[in-house]
């Protein structure tokens, strides 16, 4: 059963005021319980169906299994963000979960991701508008054997150069978010060691691109250094740096 945020006083459903919107954006919370998605503007709603989406897709994409990993969005002050134990395919737009950035719930009546630390110290500290979290299953093996992802290509570029592994902390815990953080320092992605990962961007499709890039890295640099008798030539950190240049001037014009 979904979980729903209780009053610690009565045990009745703890009612919240509205979010503040941000300049141009409608949101208001729904009137009663059930009725968390009602009127909240269609930008809220827009990114919610996103955040539900990107969710989703890393269950099919066989990043996470069942609800293990979480997924959030950011619009003004108002952060969107997966709820606690809640099977993605069975989220709807009336299942809308928003807090503000002290974690403060001001949208539905869903108990947020027990990560919400986690994702809440990446907006606080980067210009992120979205973040991914997974438990994908190359990438947190390679979190148990060494401190950094070994340079064997160079789309660590695209996360901003060698890819850090956070020591582990429980999760959910603020210990965890401040061994995130500085793992995330200069990067767009780190590994949580015997955990998963955590990617963020400027959107939900960026977040997403660069976990599924982190795991395809992470995949690689394992099946290479499997092979008895052979290790797998890495690169430079100058040569990813050299990457990093190209990038930036990678794809279309608009």
């Known amino acids: 059963m979904a979980e729903r945020r209780r009053n610690a006083n ?7 005021r509205d979010a503040r919107p941000a300049p141009g954006e409608s949101v208001r919370r729904g009137a009663g319980e059930g009725d968390a ?4 503007g269609e930008d809220v709603a827009r990114l919610w169906a996103e955040v539900v989406a990107t969710a989703r897709r890393t269950v099919a994409d066989g990043l ?42 001001v949208l539905g009546t869903l108990v947020p991701t027990s990560e919400l630390p986690m994702h809440l110290a990446v907006y606080r500290a980067t210009d992120a508008r979205a973040v991914v979290h997974t438990h994908a299953v190359h990438a947190t093996a390679v979190s148990t054997l060494v401190p950094e992802l070994p340079l064997v290509h160079y789309m660590a570029a695209a996360l901003g150069g060698p ?92």
Not at 10 to 16: A, F, S, T, W
Not at 78 to 105: E, F, I, K, M, N
Request: aromatic content about 6%; hydrophobic content about 35%.
């Open 10 to 16: 009565d045990g009745r459903p703890d009612e919240r």
């Open 37 to 40: 998605g009602a009127d909240v």
């Open 64 to 105: 996470v299994v069942g609800t293990s990993g979480n997924v959030s969005a950011r619009l003004g002050d108002l952060v969107l963000v997966t709820p606690s134990g809640v099977p993605y395919d069975r989220l709807t737009p009336a299942d809308l979960t928003g807090v503000d950035l002290t974690g403060r719930q």
């Open 163 to 254: 890819v850090r592994v956070a020591p582990y902390a429980p999760y959910g815990t603020d210990e965890l978010a401040g061994n995130m953080l500085r793992a995330l320092a200069g990067r767009s992605g780190c590994l949580l060691r015997n955990h998963g990962t955590v990617t963020y961007g400027a959107t939900l499709d960026q977040a997403y691109d660069r976990t599924a890039q982190l795991e395809w890295m992470c995949r690689l640099w394992l099946t290479a250094s499997s092979v008895p008798g052979l290790a797998p030539t890495l690169l430079t950190e100058a040569q990813v740096a050299e990457v990093g240049e190209r990038l930036k001037g990678y794809g279309q014009r608009r």
